[in-house]
Structure formats: C-alpha cells, structure tokens
C-alpha cells in the first residue's frame, strides 16, 4: 500500500518476482511435453481493476494474465489448456494486512459491501475447481464480476470514479507517505531508503 513515489525499487521487484516471475518459472518447469495437460495461474481482479497504490501487485497479477494468453496460444496445438484464476477480495493474510494499512482502510474500507465486498473464501475454492474441471481459460470469482473482466476498458473509467471518489487516493497517498509509519506498517526499511 505504497504510492510510486515512496516504494523502492527492491520492494516492486520483490512483488513482480513472486507473482510474474515466479508464475513463469512454474509453467516453465511444468509445461506439458505432450497433449492434454492443463495450466492454471492464479491472478486477480486486479489484472483488470488497477488501483493506486498497488502498482506492483497490478501490474504483476495483469502480467499473469496476458502470459496465460500467450502460452495458451502457444500450446494449443499441443490440446493443453492454459487458464487464469481471478478472484476478488477474500480474507487472507494479505487482507488481513491491508485492513490494518490507514492507506488500505481509505480506499478499500472494510471490503463489507459495495464493489469492494469480500467474498467467503469456499465462493474462490468452488469457482476455481469449476474451472479446473472444465479448463477454462478465464475464471472470475464471483461470476458477476465476468462481464468486467471482459469488457475492462469500457468500464475502467466508471470503476474508477465509483470505487475511489473525491479525495480518497490523494488521502490515501498522504496516509501511506506519513512520516510515522513503521517498517511493520510498510514492509519498507526507512532508513534504507
């Protein structure tokens, strides 16, 4: 939960490693040599919803798709499917870490209701072993969110106005910039910066 400005660049490396890199190296090992074999990388809504402060985990979870995309086209010929799983909020550690961010608290609330709404991890679980078992190339959990996983460029600007009116980025940026934050808070070593 840090603006462009204040995150080093070992910390948006760090994220694009995991999340990028890490799906790469996977498939890589795991890529089938023969037909019928069936990929399956977990990104998120945030592939297709980016919002601030988030920049790394945006950019790597959007990465995760289109490198489905693209190795789904390069194995086809081979019948091995390749798919990406896109949740949205569900309770994790991470969220758990994002609740009690005051940067996180700004922009996502509570994640109780309204197009931010957690929904119960067994919705995830049972959206992905649907898809498993039919090996899609998309699955977007919940189902409702499939339209703007599709269609992300028309809704985008709504998104954006909707989910993050008035001051609440600018807000945020000055909650995730403020002097007092720990390290614990930022996963940043202040004095390394």
Wanted: hydrophobic content about 45%; proline content about 7%; glycine content about 8%.
């Amino acid at each position: 939960m840090l603006p462009m400005e204040s995150l080093d660049p070992e910390g948006f490396e760090r994220v694009i490693d995991a999340n990028l890199n890490g799906v790469w190296r996977t498939f890589r090992a795991a890529l089938p040599r023969d037909s019928r074999g069936y990929l399956l990388a977990v990104s998120s809504m945030a592939a297709f919803v980016h919002s601030p402060l988030n920049g790394p985990y945006t950019a790597s979870k959007a990465g995760v798709w289109a490198l489905c995309d693209s190795t789904r086209l390069e194995v086809r010929h081979l019948g091995v499917d390749v798919g990406s799983a896109h949740p949205t909020f569900f309770k994790t550690p991470m969220m758990d870490a994002v609740h009690e961010d005051p940067a996180g608290r700004k922009l996502w609330g509570d994640n109780a209701s309204g197009l931010w709404a957690m929904i119960p991890i067994d919705d995830v679980v049972e959206a992905v072993v649907d898809g498993i078992e039919r090996r899609s190339a998309m699955i977007v959990a919940p189902k409702r969110n499939a339209l703007a996983a599709r269609i992300l460029g028309l809704i985008r600007p709504l998104v954006d106005r909707i989910g993050f009116p008035g001051d609440t980025v600018p807000e945020a940026i000055r909650l995730a910039s403020s002097p007092q934050r720990t390290e614990r808070e930022t996963g940043v070593d202040t004095l390394a910066r």
